[in-house]
């Protein structure tokens, strides 16, 4: 059941467009009282994958939206884990596109953002994008 006292704003943080190289997702602002679910659309890969042709999702936190570091505790997400270099999902299987990624950002940084990490060499590339819904929750 929805939280009566939840809202929810929806933005699109990387454009759909097939990726050769890393693409870096527009910064979310999480509010004061809230946090990120960051979803990640990964397309039919136009590269056989394998571990030195693969694609890193990882999450990124930032206190002022311009010095980034990546999110390595998993105390501050939710619906996964995370690993070095913000790591939540690693995509080196072709089976493993065409699919939807998502993990949230509950941490104190007031901003998090997604990367597409293009690892190895991407003739063809493969399209991706992102969405990001930040929940604000009225703590009255």
Known sequence: M?????QRDWFQSLDPA???????????????????????????AGDLLSTSRCISLRLDA?????????????????GGSV???????MIDDSCETGLIYSIRYRGKACYSRIQVAMLGRHEKGTPVAALASRVSVDVH
């Open 2 to 6: 929805a939280n009566n006292h939840e």
């Open 18 to 44: 097939v990726a050769k190289m890393t693409r870096v997702g527009m910064p979310i602002d999480q509010g004061e009282h809230g946090h990120v679910d960051h979803c990640v659309q990964i397309g039919v």
């Open 62 to 78: 930032s206190e002022d939206g311009a010095h980034w570091e990546p999110v390595v505790d998993d105390a501050h997400v939710s």
């Open 83 to 89: 690993g070095a270099y913000g790591e939540f999902a």
